[in-house]
Structure formats: C-alpha cells, structure tokens
C-alpha cells in the first residue's frame, strides 16, 4: 500500500535547472521525515536533503546554495528544486520517507547532467 513516485528526472544542459516531485501515498505524510537521495555510477548512495516534519531542512555541502527541498502536506508531497546543475550531480534521485523503524524508498529517477 505505501508508494513513493518519483517524477521530473531527465536530460539538462550544466547550468540548468530540474525540479523533482516525490508523490507518497499510504502513510500518514505529515509525521514523516522526508529526504532525497542520489546515488551516481561507481559511488554510494548519499544524502542530498533532507526535511523534517516539522519543516527543517538540511543539504550535503555540494548542493547548498543551489538546490531546495521543499514539502507540501495538503498534497502528500516533496519537491527538490535543482538550480545551476553540474555534470556531478547526474545520478539516480531517490525519494525516502522515514519514521522511527518505518523506512520507505521510492523507485527513483534518472537525473542527467550534459552537454
């Protein structure tokens, strides 16, 4: 019953920008906390951002100043908006939600950063 669907991964030029769209379902959205994970050929999965239930957030340092995570509970819904994009950040994007031993992942989507 619970699903997490990503959407908005695809093809961008450096310097583009990109908004993913994580939409949850079966869960009670509003106690959750929510994170984006990304994880590129070769390298581990990391944590990109991160936002609590209560609406903190947080960024791996090599993101900070360009990308936004954002919630919107009325739509059981988070956002990760991606501004001045680098070939580094072409990954898979992965949308998680968790809380205490609840732990959920989404399928996720392609983000490619080229030329």
């Known amino acids: 019953q619970v699903q997490l669907v990503e959407s908005g991964g695809g093809l961008v030029q450096p310097g583009g920008s990109l908004r993913l769209s994580c939409a949850a379902s079966?869960?009670?959205?509003?106690?959750?906390?929510m994170g984006w994970y990304r994880q590129a050929p070769g390298k581990q999965r990391e944590l990109v951002a991160g936002i609590s239930r209560g609406g903190s957030t947080n960024y791996t340092d090599s993101v900070k100043g360009r990308f936004a995570i954002s919630r919107d509970n009325a739509k059981n819904t988070v956002y990760l908006q991606m501004n001045s994009l680098k070939p580094e950040d072409t990954a898979v994007y992965y949308c998680?939600?968790?809380?205490?031993?609840?732990?959920?992942w989404g399928q996720g989507t392609q983000v490619t950063v080229s030329s």
């Open positions: 079966g869960i009670t959205f509003t106690i959750y906390n």
């Open positions: 998680n939600a968790k809380f205490l031993k609840a732990d959920y």
